[in-house]
């Protein structure tokens, strides 16, 4: 089975082909439309056998955005497959699932009322992730889709970690508490560790911290999340590329006051210029930072060390939600390739019976790895993320079982 994976952004679709066979997956082709709506769009495409190429052209929605990317997954040239009916499914990533989508999920027009409903909850982000979506309706009639939603993953969180402590009214009326987000990423790598350490996932005590451009961290418990960072929105939790994180609600209500700020203004300074570029005032990229701050830029360190006594705090909270710490997991650009990230994190961090080898750390890493010593109580692992291939696992499952459904009869089915 070939899947067709998409995760549609604002400005951006990004794509994989993976095909599944003999039990197991292989990526033929992958890449990303950027600057859709705008001059100089440009489509990279990169193959397995390590043909790339660049498109540029004007590609003025999400539509247009899908013919180039079926066009260029065509292509005599360039591309990996001979015809729109060898792509067998579509899998979308669907950032916000609200609380009635709380699995992957076969694409029908109720699954798609609910979505639309989700918008609210998620504006930024679910309709881009619908107008995907649309598109493929349109450009492949007849191709199942399935959304994988970001959020699905933390629905085991209980009551008192995901409710805020507002008028409960407030819940029941706008569906205000935490969701979490990253889900994908979480679920993938705490398997993933599992697997690693050879012990059953539900044995096990996990948390796992997804580091990138936006950051989460989540309590895994018996193989389910029980609590995550991120809240209503992916503002809350940890510090990141350009959002807050944690923040007392009465400042910013003061900075709008002070500022004369729109609410529009406000979301844009809590998003776009907070996190390591609005400490630092260089950039939102942990490697600029790190550079400016073996420089002796002050501001750059400063950044760093907000950043890294943060995510300190959240993982000695989250050893104390679970009762204890079995693996500590990093993942995502920041968590796979920042060693000094993990190292000033942790370095306070024994009591828990946390113990790293910084030669181990500070080596070039491939694959899923062990920074932990031999000795620590805690196996601490880097462990890259693969959330495309969650969504195109998901896909092919829901998939395969609607065929089997249809094949045996809902009767049939129902007793096999």
Sequence with gaps: MIVLVLNCGSS????????????AS???????????????????????????????GEILDHQVAIEYILAILLSKNHGVIRAHSDIAA???????????LTESVLIDAAVMEKLRECIELAPLHNPHN????????????????????????????PDYAFLYALPHVLYRRYGLRRYGFHGTSHAYVSRRAARFVGQPIE????ITCHLGNGCSITA?????????????????????????????????????GREELTSAEANALLNKHSGLA?????????????????????????????????LKKYIAAYAGVLGGLDILVFTGGIGENAYYVREMCLDTLGFLGIEIDLAKNRQPLQGDTAISTA???????????????????DTRRIVEEKETQSTLGPVAAKTS
């Design 278 to 310: 609005g400490i630092s005032g260089i950039s939102s990229d942990m490697r600029e930072i790190w550079e400016q701050t073996e420089r002796g830029n002050e501001r750059a360190r400063l950044a760093l060390n907000v950043f890294c006594y943060r």
């Design 220 to 256: 895994v418990q018996n193989g389910l999340s029980v609590d995550t960072s991120m809240g209503f929105t992916p503002v809350e939790g940890l510090v990141m590329g350009t959002r807050t994180g944690d923040l007392d609600p009465s400042a910013i209500l003061h900075i709008m």
């Design 26 to 56: 292989q990526v033929r082709a992958k890449g990303s439309v950027e600057r859709i709506g705008m001059r100089g769009a440009i489509l990279n495409h990169f193959r397995e056998d390590g043909d790339r190429v660049k498109l540029a």
């Design 375 to 393: 000795q620590s109580a805690v196996k601490v692992l880097v462990i890259p993320t693969n959330e495309e291939l969650v969504i195109a696992d």
């Design 130 to 157: 619908i107008k995907g979506i649309e598109a493929c309706r349109r450009l492949l009639p007849g191709v199942p889709q399935v959304a994988v939603f970001d959020t699905a993953f933390h629905h085991t969180i």
């Design 203 to 206: 044995s096990l005590k996990i």
């Design 90 to 100: 579509v899998g979308h990533r669907v950032v916000h699932g609200g609380e009635a």
């Design 12 to 23: 951006s679709v990004k794509y994989q082909l993976i095909e599944f066979r003999d039990g």
